[in-house]
């Protein structure tokens, strides 16, 4: 069995809002163990003997029957996620900026939110094929490049932005499971 994050998009957002217990039992309902939701923002860890687009696919479809909306989902291996950790050269968070990593399932995606990291002079670093990190102000993420970029109706069902904080929090979920 592999342990899997899944990170949820647009989840208690823009009116769409789950109760992370409800997504947990319905989570359970699909062919997964040791499902844990963390936080309000939609991310969840679990066992699957699923490969990760299976996976991603049976997230997808039951979030859509349970909630009636357009479910878009990451998953990515525990493995995977420590990799990705583990590359960022950013500190969780300082004084003055935060850290944010943007997965995607698209890395063609991520190569078009890079050129947008580079024309605005956002400082970023790619953490693999399918998640970069960036960097904001604090109190000016929203009106980042990076964060305008994301919002764009075109990376909805590809990508999801974490704070690297909530980052951390998932990859310890992720790999007590992982064992």
């Not at 823009?14 to 319905?26: D, H, S, W």
């Not at 997964?32 to 990760?52: F, Q, Y």
């Not at 687009?53 to 479910?71: I, M, P, S």
């Not at 970023?124 to 109706?153: Q, Y």
């Amino acid at each position: 069995m592999t342990a899997y994050a899944v990170f949820l998009r647009g989840v208690n957002v823009g009116g769409i809002n789950l109760k992370m217990a409800e997504v947990k039992e319905t989570l359970a309902e699909l062919p997964v163990t040791d499902v844990s939701t963390l936080l309000a923002s939609g991310n969840a860890v679990l066992r699957s003997e699923l490969p990760a687009d299976a996976l991603k696919e049976a997230v997808q479809n039951a979030l859509r029957e349970r909630f009636g909306y357009d479910a878009w989902v990451i998953v990515v291996p525990a493995d995977d996620l420590d990799d990705m950790v583990g590359a960022c050269p950013y500190p969780p968070d300082d004084a003055s900026t935060h850290t944010y990593v943007t997965l995607s399932t698209d890395p063609a995606a991520l190569d078009e939110l890079w050129d947008v990291a580079e024309n605005a002079g956002t400082e970023h670093a790619r953490l693999s094929p399918t998640a970069t990190a960036w960097l904001a102000p604090v109190g000016g993420t929203l009106d980042s490049a990076m964060s305008k970029a994301t919002a764009k109706a075109r990376f909805k069902a590809t990508t999801t932005t974490r704070n690297l904080r909530t980052m951390l929090k998932i990859q310890a979920a992720a790999q007590r499971l992982a064992g």
